[in-house]
């Protein structure tokens, strides 16, 4: 067998692609890659496990909107128009799917395959940059999310729950969702060093989740809670699904929308900065 | 690789450390360290546990970044063309960083890619490597159910993934049996011979008189002394090495009446050494003196002498 | 550390047969596990305070109290089993806590003792048997759950969702779902050979719709007759319906009273056997 032979000069070639360019320290233009290693890993993993992830909402809206929903009458929405109860918090369970399937993979995956599975330390021995591997991960954090919010809304488009055309808007949404807090979710991560640390996450997610205006406008709160909460991603990721859903567009959605664009840019510079310091250094 | 080739490219210095330092915090893991590997090479890094080797080695791989001196790889600069010299490195690493997600395969596969080469290319590829690891059975297991030598051999095929032109192994056969051991010296044998530099660290010195060309004893992160096993060995010790037990009770008192026998004596709690150009004739002189050794033994003097002598019997944690 | 192979080393040595004693592990031996999964738990201590009060306090808080709200604005006060929601809340989310109290106790413990370090057979190669393994893990969950379950009753005793005379029987009646529920989980995580995402499905599944269809949030009648299975089988149920009778006299027969008492003991014994079982085979291989 020849280990050295002319294919060689075309794989360097290749692996030095981006040789003298911008950023050419941490960045090779090869984050696809490590899509591919996802799909790999998923193959022979328990899919069941990843595939269900998206049954916490459902299992979400059918306790609170169809059971509690009995029990409570007069929901509009917010025009002043009826709709029910199952109508006004789908839209909240569908940006809480993206999160979660983006959280996921981002926060605990991310941090198994930093400090057990030793993924990174394999990437970064080879032509991949830190860029690479970070904006690769949060991409793979981010389908897995988006995954998750395209079967909870088939789930609610089949139970009539979507009123509006603009709803179809809701699968990219939450994209922009989903990706907010993928790269939120690896930047922190990063920085993460042990299980007990790594649990604050779900200490945080979980408030987020009970107070985003997810089960009853934020109204009945004073308002410093208010303006506390609408600065929190999962208001500002519902509040534009919602918008979407029930059809009702105003110029803030535009603010909410770029929020998720300061997130992902943030958790992406952060993320790199941080791999290249612990993998690196 | 044709033969004229690799005459041709012998003195090209693949990697040149001047003042080479390496610091976490105020602690000092690798303290100014000079050397030069050039192309087709073979050279060993021998040093005790904490001398300071990996380190070194993952300086070199460009995933560490020095903290002094100068380091140069393949004529680039790691701190700053990190993902440049690494498209030309292949990395053992000192524990296996396997994907265990992946089957093996898959493993190949996926480290291939990371390279940015083709599927086609890396489906040739991965069957060559999977003979070459001899590992053709156990392309679908999972790495968890290999054992530690055919995850060794499995590491080190996909260090060679990218057909690399320096090839850095730390501590290759730690942890392997016999049997494991002597089949990775076959195969680095034969990269060496096809002309791929290797970097080799390790503290077995059969293993570093068979591989290496060139060694550098490193202690404490210093240089100790660097040269050809054979030079080593006769600078640092005798050709041969005489040693006698006289019961642990014993050794330290008959010590004493030993002096002036051997070039250099060494006494340890369970027997005493002595190093000597003739085993025999010391062993005679001590026969001479009426002491009776319960055993003794004349053997060739070995690097571990040496590598002893230089690092001290010392146990560090 | 360094360590001279010239230097002198000494070791006294009485000999095992001297040294120990087989009665005490005989007897204590079941303690001395607890004792030790306690101490993991006191490095852990402030984690476990901290999650133990915060999850309640943030269910009541959103739950309790904001959709409490629009329940009462839309159907008047004490609409539901004829007290405020919060107080038909709070059986409910105590009998979670006491579930989930000791299940975190009895899960993750179990898969590092038979998987990830392998200390159950470290134990077991001292004089320690399997049953005393058994016994010394459910004490330490137990006394988890119970700490637990007692917070939590503190916070809804200072948002006023229960009485402070209810107390020590909402602590018994959550601590024995507590302990049925955890005894079967015990059995089932040994027999478990690799996680792979095992738990992850088990809290999907089983734990999530257990805390959502055991009339936690409304009462069971309300939901459709063929979802109502989900309660009558789950210790969520028995428990939160028991809380309820004997918290703020939810009109409950003594017959079905009767009956929660004794599936939530049932399930104890089931899993204290099947776990018995589960360990000593698994520690024999
Ligand atoms: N990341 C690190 N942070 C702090 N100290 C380190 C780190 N890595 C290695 N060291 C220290 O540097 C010294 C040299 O380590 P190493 O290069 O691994 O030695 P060797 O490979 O020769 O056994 C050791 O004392 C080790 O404890
Ligand atoms: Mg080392």
Same mark, same amino acid.
């Given at each position: 067998?020849?280990?050295?032979?002319?294919?060689?000069?075309?794989?360097?070639?290749?692996?030095?692609?981006?040789?003298?360019?911008?950023?050419?320290?941490?960045?090779?233009?090869?984050?696809?890659?490590?899509?591919?290693?996802? +799909?790999?890993?998923?193959?022979?993993?328990?899919?069941?496990?990843?595939?269900?992830?998206?049954?916490?909402?459902?299992?979400?809206?059918?306790?609170?909107?169809?059971?509690?929903?009995? +029990?409570?009458?007069?929901?509009?929405?917010?025009?002043?128009?009826?709709?029910?109860?199952?109508?006004?918090?789908?839209?909240?369970?569908?940006?809480?799917?993206?999160?979660?399937?983006?959280?996921?993979?981002?926060?605990?995956?991310? +941090? +198994?395959?930093?400090?057990?599975?030793?993924?990174?330390?394999?990437?970064?021995?080879?032509?991949?940059?830190?860029?690479?591997?970070?904006?690769?991960?949060?991409?793979?954090?981010?389908?897995?999310?988006?995954?998750?919010?395209?079967?909870?809304?088939?789930?609610?488009?089949?139970?009539?729950?979507?009123?509006?055309?603009?709803?179809?808007?809701?699968?990219?949404?939450?994209?922009?969702?989903?990706?907010?807090?993928?790269?939120?979710?690896?930047?922190?991560?990063?920085?993460?060093?042990?299980?007990?640390?790594?649990?604050?996450?779900?200490?945080?997610?979980?408030?987020?989740?009970?107070?985003?205006?997810?089960?009853?406008?934020?109204?009945?709160?004073?308002?410093?809670?208010?303006?506390?909460?609408?600065?929190?991603?999962?208001?500002?990721?519902?509040?534009?699904?919602?918008?979407?859903?029930?059809?009702?567009?105003?110029?803030?959605?535009?603010?909410?929308?770029?929020?998720?664009?300061?997130?992902?840019?943030?958790?992406?510079?952060?993320?790199?900065?941080?791999?290249?310091?612990?993998?690196?250094? | 690789?044709?033969?004229?080739?690799?005459?041709?490219?012998?003195?090209?210095?693949?990697?040149?450390?001047?003042?080479?330092?390496?610091?976490?915090?105020?602690?000092?893991?690798?303290?100014?360290?000079?050397?030069?590997?050039?192309?087709?090479?073979?050279?060993?890094?021998?040093?005790?546990?904490?001398?300071?080797?990996?380190?070194?080695?993952?300086?070199?791989?460009?995933?560490?970044?020095?903290?002094?001196?100068?380091?140069?790889?393949?004529?680039?600069?790691?701190?700053? !063309?990190?993902?440049?010299?690494?498209?030309?490195?292949?990395?053992?690493?000192?524990?296996?960083?396997?994907?265990?997600?992946?089957?093996?395969?898959?493993?190949?596969?996926?480290?291939?890619?990371?390279?940015?080469?083709?599927?086609?290319?890396?489906?040739?590829?991965?069957?060559?490597?999977?003979?070459?690891? !001899?590992?053709?059975?156990?392309?679908?297991?999972?790495?968890?159910?290999?054992?530690?030598?055919?995850?060794?051999?499995?590491?080190?095929?996909?260090?060679?993934?990218?057909?690399?032109?320096?090839?850095?192994?730390?501590?290759?056969?730690?942890?392997?049996?016999?049997?494991?051991?002597?089949?990775?010296?076959?195969?680095?044998?034969?990269?060496?011979?096809?002309?791929?530099?290797?970097?080799?660290?390790?503290?077995?010195?059969?293993?570093?008189?068979?591989?290496?060309?060139?060694?550098?004893?490193?202690?404490?992160?210093?240089?100790?002394?660097?040269?050809?096993?054979?030079?080593?060995?006769?600078?640092?010790?005798?050709?041969?090495?005489?040693?006698?037990?006289?019961?642990?009770?014993?050794?330290?008192?008959?010590?004493?009446?030993?002096?002036?026998?051997?070039?250099?004596?060494?006494?340890?709690?369970?027997?005493?050494?002595?190093?000597?150009?003739?085993?025999?004739?010391?062993?005679?002189?001590?026969?001479?003196?009426?002491?009776?050794?319960?055993?003794?033994?004349?053997?060739?003097?070995?690097?571990?002498?040496?590598?002893?002598?230089?690092?001290?019997?010392?146990?560090?944690? | 550390?360094?360590?001279?192979?010239?230097?002198?080393?000494?070791?006294?040595?009485?000999?095992?047969?001297?040294?120990?004693?087989?009665?005490?592990?005989?007897?204590?031996?079941?303690?001395?596990?607890?004792?030790?999964?306690?101490?993991?738990?006191?490095?852990?201590?402030?984690?476990?305070?901290?999650?133990?009060?915060?999850?309640?306090?943030?269910?009541?808080?959103?739950?309790?109290?904001?959709?409490? /709200?629009?329940?009462?604005?839309?159907?008047?006060?004490?609409?539901?089993?004829?007290?405020?929601?919060?107080?038909?809340?709070?059986?409910?989310?105590?009998?979670?806590?006491?579930?989930?109290?000791?299940?975190?106790?009895?899960?993750?413990?179990?898969?590092?003792?038979?998987?990830?370090?392998?200390?159950?057979? /470290?134990?077991?190669?001292?004089?320690?048997?399997?049953?005393?393994?058994?016994?010394?893990?459910?004490?330490?969950?137990?006394?988890?759950?119970?700490?637990?379950?007692?917070?939590?009753?503190?916070?809804?005793?200072?948002?006023?969702?229960?009485?402070?005379? /209810?107390?020590?029987?909402?602590?018994?009646?959550?601590?024995?779902?507590?302990?049925?529920?955890?005894?079967?989980?015990?059995?089932?995580?040994?027999?478990?050979?690799?996680?792979?995402?095992?738990?992850?499905?088990?809290?999907?599944?089983?734990?999530?719709?257990?805390?959502?269809?055991?009339?936690?949030?409304?009462?069971?009648?309300?939901?459709?007759?063929?979802?109502?299975?989900?309660?009558?089988?789950?210790?969520?149920?028995?428990?939160?319906?028991?809380?309820?009778?004997?918290?703020?006299?939810?009109?409950?027969?003594?017959?079905?009273?009767?009956?929660?008492?004794?599936?939530?003991?049932?399930?104890?014994?089931?899993?204290?056997?099947?776990?018995?079982?589960?360990?000593?085979?698994?520690?024999?291989?």
């Amino acid at each position: 067998m020849s280990l050295i032979n002319a294919a060689v000069d075309s794989a360097i070639a290749i692996a030095e692609k981006r040789k003298g360019k911008l950023g050419a320290g941490v960045y090779s233009g090869r984050p696809n890659v490590v899509l591919e290693r996802g +799909f790999y890993a998923l193959k022979s993993s328990t899919w069941m496990v990843v595939a269900s992830g998206f049954v916490e909402p459902v299992f979400y809206l059918l306790a609170f909107g169809y059971g509690i929903g009995q +029990f409570i009458s007069g929901t509009t929405d917010g025009n002043g128009s009826p709709i029910t109860y199952a109508q006004f918090i789908a839209p909240a369970l569908l940006a809480t799917s993206a999160m979660n399937g983006a959280i996921y993979d981002s926060t605990w995956n991310v +941090f +198994f395959k930093m400090h057990f599975g030793k993924v990174y330390n394999g990437m970064l021995s080879t032509s991949m940059g830190t860029l690479d591997v970070a904006l690769g991960e949060i991409s793979w954090a981010l389908l897995r999310g988006l995954a998750y919010a395209i079967g909870f809304m088939a789930v609610v488009t089949g139970m009539g729950l979507i009123p509006s055309i603009w709803g179809l808007l809701a699968i990219p949404a939450a994209v922009l969702v989903a990706f907010g807090f993928a790269s939120v979710g690896m930047g922190v991560t990063s920085y993460l060093k042990n299980h007990q640390q790594m649990q604050w996450i779900q200490f945080v997610m979980l408030p987020m989740f009970l107070f985003s205006g997810t089960f009853y406008p934020l109204s009945i709160y004073p308002e410093f809670i208010q303006w506390f909460i609408q600065a929190m991603p999962l208001w500002q990721g519902i509040s534009l699904i919602r918008g979407l859903t029930l059809g009702i567009l105003d110029w803030a959605m535009l603010g909410h929308a770029l929020y998720f664009v300061a997130m992902i840019i943030g958790g992406l510079f952060f993320t790199t900065r941080r791999l290249t310091a612990l993998f690196l250094r | 690789m044709p033969k004229e080739v690799r005459k041709e490219a012998s003195a090209e210095a693949m990697i040149t450390a001047t003042g080479l330092t390496k610091k976490y915090g105020d602690f000092v893991a690798v303290d100014g360290v000079n050397f030069t590997v050039t192309r087709g090479e073979s050279f060993g890094l021998l040093g005790p546990n904490g001398a300071g080797k990996s380190t070194t080695m993952k300086m070199i791989a460009a995933t560490s970044q020095r903290t002094g001196g100068n380091l140069v790889i393949l004529g680039k600069d790691p701190n700053r !063309q990190g993902p440049e010299i690494r498209a030309h490195l292949g990395v053992v690493p000192q524990q296996d960083n396997l994907d265990r997600e992946l089957k093996v395969w898959e493993n190949l596969m996926v480290y291939g890619r990371y390279f940015g080469l083709s599927r086609k290319f890396l489906k040739g590829k991965i069957e060559e490597l999977l003979e070459f690891a !001899q590992l053709g059975e156990k392309r679908n297991s999972k790495t968890e159910e290999l054992s530690g030598g055919m995850k060794r051999r499995l590491t080190i095929a996909r260090g060679l993934v990218n057909e690399p032109e320096i090839l850095l192994l730390d501590e290759p056969t730690t942890g392997l049996d016999p049997q494991a051991r002597h089949i990775l010296w076959d195969r680095l044998f034969r990269l060496k011979e096809q002309g791929v530099t290797l970097v080799i660290t390790t503290h077995y010195m059969d293993e570093a008189e068979q591989l290496c060309d060139r060694l550098m004893v490193m202690d404490k992160g210093k240089i100790m002394a660097e040269g050809s096993p054979a030079e080593l060995i006769k600078k640092y010790s005798s050709r041969e090495v005489l040693e006698v037990r006289f019961g642990s009770e014993n050794n330290a008192s008959v010590a004493g009446r030993l002096k002036g026998i051997g070039e250099r004596l060494e006494v340890l709690p369970d027997r005493i050494l002595i190093y000597e150009e003739s085993g025999e004739k010391c062993l005679e002189q001590i026969i001479k003196l009426g002491l009776e050794p319960v055993t003794s033994l004349v053997r060739r003097s070995s690097l571990e002498d040496v590598f002893l002598r230089l690092t001290g019997r010392t146990l560090v944690e | 550390m360094s360590l001279d192979v010239r230097a002198e080393t000494q070791m006294t040595w009485v000999g095992a047969k001297k040294l120990v004693d087989p009665q005490v592990s005989i007897r204590y031996g079941a303690f001395f596990v607890a004792e030790n999964r306690l101490r993991n738990m006191a490095k852990w201590w402030l984690s476990i305070i901290a999650f133990g009060l915060g999850n309640p306090s943030l269910y009541l808080l959103s739950i309790g109290i904001g959709v409490g /709200s629009l329940v009462d604005s839309s159907l008047g006060a004490n609409a539901i089993d004829h007290v405020s929601y919060l107080t038909f809340l709070a059986p409910a989310l105590l009998a979670s806590a006491g579930i989930q109290g000791a299940l975190d106790e009895v899960t993750w413990p179990t898969m590092e003792g038979f998987v990830w370090d392998r200390t159950f057979f /470290s134990m077991n190669s001292t004089a320690i048997t399997g049953k005393q393994i058994v016994s010394g893990i459910l004490m330490a969950a137990m006394t988890r759950c119970l700490l637990q379950v007692f917070l939590y009753e503190l916070c809804l005793l200072a948002f006023g969702a229960i009485s402070w005379q /209810s107390i020590p029987i909402l602590l018994l009646v959550s601590a024995t779902a507590g302990f049925g529920f955890s005894a079967v989980m015990l059995a089932f995580s040994a027999s478990i050979k690799d996680d792979d995402g095992v738990f992850a499905l088990v809290g999907r599944f089983i734990i999530t719709p257990m805390f959502m269809f055991s009339g936690t949030f409304y009462p069971i009648d309300s939901m459709p007759i063929y979802l109502r299975w989900i309660g009558w089988i789950s210790p969520q149920w028995h428990a939160t319906n028991l809380g309820r009778a004997l918290s703020y006299g939810s009109p409950v027969e003594p017959w079905l009273q009767a009956i929660h008492w004794g599936l939530m003991l049932v399930l104890a014994v089931i899993g204290i056997t099947w776990a018995n079982r589960m360990f000593e085979s698994r520690l024999a291989k």
